[in-house]
T-cell receptor
Framework: SQQGEEDPQALSIQEGENATMNCSYK?????LQWYRQNSGRGLVHLIL?????REKHSGRLRVTLDTSKKSSSLLITASRAADTASYFC?????????FGQGTELSVKP | EAGVAQSPRYKIIEKRQSVAFWCNPI?????LYWYQQILGQGPKLLIQ????????DSQLPKDRFSAERLKGVDSTLKIQPAKLEDSAVYLC????????????FGEGSRLTVL
């Protein structure tokens, strides 16, 4: 069963703009992770945020977590064409990682 | 450090045939996962191993799917007999096993069932 739901399902922006993707989940979690998947490739881990953290940064990535609303957001600043990919949130609730359906991001040069 | 290795990368079979996928995780990683990813969807966990023991296989269709991890290192996922709806990418991932931290994924094995 899928726990996380990403919004929007697809997002198209111009290079240099910021991209924001949201993830909602249903149960209490230990941590939430974001992954990227380029077309035809495996998933690559981007960032992990624990349930007692509210915000985390990694390069051009900013992740927030609101456990009261059971939601997270991923912000990619100053996007590049190379950021074109699918982005998935994944929640760890009971020792296993459950993925959402993903957001397909297209960054046009 | 070598990544997660999977083979074959692509496989086309007819329905009711059998297929096997192989995965070699990152050296020293105790936990190994098999995920099924249908086109346009997120990965769905099929089975999780801790060393050579099964931690979770609640989503594995056990009437046709089987998986093993002998000696706690590499793993094989088998489908027999295959159905059309098994067409998907089968992703193997591993982690160091210290709680559910970062997963390292292989490139996946794309299965097409005709």
């Amino acid at each position: 069963s899928q726990q996380g739901e990403e919004d929007p399902q697809a997002l198209s922006i111009q290079e240099g703009e910021n991209a924001t993707m949201n993830c909602s989940y249903k149960t209490s979690i230990n941590n939430l992770q974001w992954y990227r998947q380029n077309s035809g490739r495996g998933l690559v881990h981007l960032i992990l945020i624990r349930s007692n953290e509210r915000e985390k940064h990694s390069g051009r990535l900013r992740v927030t977590l609101d456990t009261s609303k059971k939601s997270s957001s991923l912000l990619i600043t100053a996007s590049r064409a190379a950021d074109t990919a699918s982005y998935f949130c994944a929640t760890d609730a009971i020792g296993k990682l459950i993925f959402g359906q993903g957001t397909e991001l297209s960054v046009k040069p | 450090e070598a990544g997660v290795a999977q083979s074959p990368r692509y496989k086309i079979i007819e329905k009711r045939q059998s297929v096997a996928f192989w995965c070699n995780p990152i050296s020293g990683h105790a936990t190994l996962y098999w995920y099924q990813q249908i086109l346009g969807q997120g990965p769905k966990l099929l089975i999780q191993f801790q060393n050579n023991g099964v931690v979770d296989d609640s989503q594995l269709p056990k009437d046709r799917f089987s998986a093993e991890r002998l000696k706690g290192v590499d793993s094989t996922l088998k489908i027999q007999p295959a159905k059309l709806e098994d067409s998907a990418v089968y992703l193997c991932a591993s982690s160091s096993g210290r709680s559910t931290g970062e997963l390292f994924f292989g490139e996946g094995s794309r299965l097409t069932v005709l």
